[in-house]
């Protein structure tokens, strides 16, 4: 009997932050007609995801509560590898506020065959965690980059166009500036 290969990519939008610098819920602020949110899932499919999970987000179908309130994105990461199917190969995430990133943006990190994290370099978001991914967390742990380099982290070179779609909008100035964008 041959063992099926692990083939499923699963999405997740990292949608639980408190949107303190913005003043109001970044998933729900609208650019080019359509909330942030729903940018973020449709990217996430067009890169190959499967489905999409967004964290911090319980009432909504394909979402789920983060563990820990206020414990920041590396949690939020754990929680999603927790809510990974069997038959998933690995989680790609991206947060709510980087409405830039392209589906070609994260390709390269979706079809990483190592099973590891991957992410571009400097850029600890977005990112590919296997499904085999653990960490010793501690509670300390708030960042994703100090929770991947604790994986052993694969960092892909970064091109300067791509890296300027991998910035985030976290203050009305920052939404503001996005009308002159992609």
Known sequence: MTRALKSRLVGVVLAGGQSA??????????????????????????????????????????????????AGPAHALLDALDQLPDDARGLLAIPVDMPLVR???L????????????????HPLPLFLPATANADVREDVWSV??????????WLPLDER?????????????????????
Do not use: Y
């Open 103 to 105: 589906a070609e943006d």
């Open 162 to 182: 791509r890296e300027a779609r991998l910035r985030n909008v976290n203050t009305p100035e920052d939404f503001a500036a996005l009308s002159d964008q992609r």
């Open 145 to 154: 980059r100090k929770l991947i380099a604790g994986m052993g982290v694969s």
């Open 21 to 70: 610098r913005m003043g109001e819920d970044k998933a729900g602020l609208v650019w080019k007609g359509r909330p942030l949110l729903e940018h973020a899932e449709s990217t996430l499919r067009a890169a190959g995801c499967d489905s999409v999970l967004v964290s911090g987000r319980p009432d909504r179908a394909n979402g789920f509560a983060d563990s820990r309130q206020q």
């Open 107 to 122: 390709a390269p990190l979706a079809n990483a065959t190592m099973n590891k994290p991957c992410a571009w370099a400097n």
